[in-house]
């Protein structure tokens, strides 16, 4: 039904690197110096995003709630800087080049995030429960 684990990080992985390859395509202060340095700020924001970023998100929520979840590109600019900073042929010039590049990088996720099929399985799985009388989701009051 699903696909393996690993499957799933390694296309996350391609989306991130097709992000970050979109970015530095379009955003002027955006720049890699090699595919290598693309493949690893790739993986690194994945690891930012899998431990790093939720806890930003949790000591931000007031901020993130406040800015209707705008707070949360703020969070993904500061990762992208943060990952700009350790990979030594990855460059991003400034915040503001940060907020666009993971503005980029955020909606390419959602589109091909969306493609990918993750949110047709969940789909599925939410119709099943609701027909076996297990949705969790809503709360009877």
Known sequence: ?????????LFRWAINALGI???ATIIPGISYRD???LLIVAVLLGLFNAFL?????????PFVVLTLGFGILFIN???LMLAAHLVDG???SGFLSAFFGALVISLLNLVFGGLS???AVRMQRRKRNIRRGK?????DI
Do not use: E
């Open 35 to 37: 595919g290598a340095s």
């Open 77 to 79: 600019a500061l990762l």
């Open 90 to 92: 990855f460059h991003v």
């Open 53 to 61: 970023k939720p806890l930003l998100v949790l000591f931000a929520l």
């Open 117 to 119: 099929g993750d949110y």
């Open 1 to 9: 039904m699903g696909r393996h684990p690993l499957i799933t990080i």
């Open 135 to 139: 949705d969790d989701d809503i709360i």
């Open 21 to 23: 390859l979109m970015a």
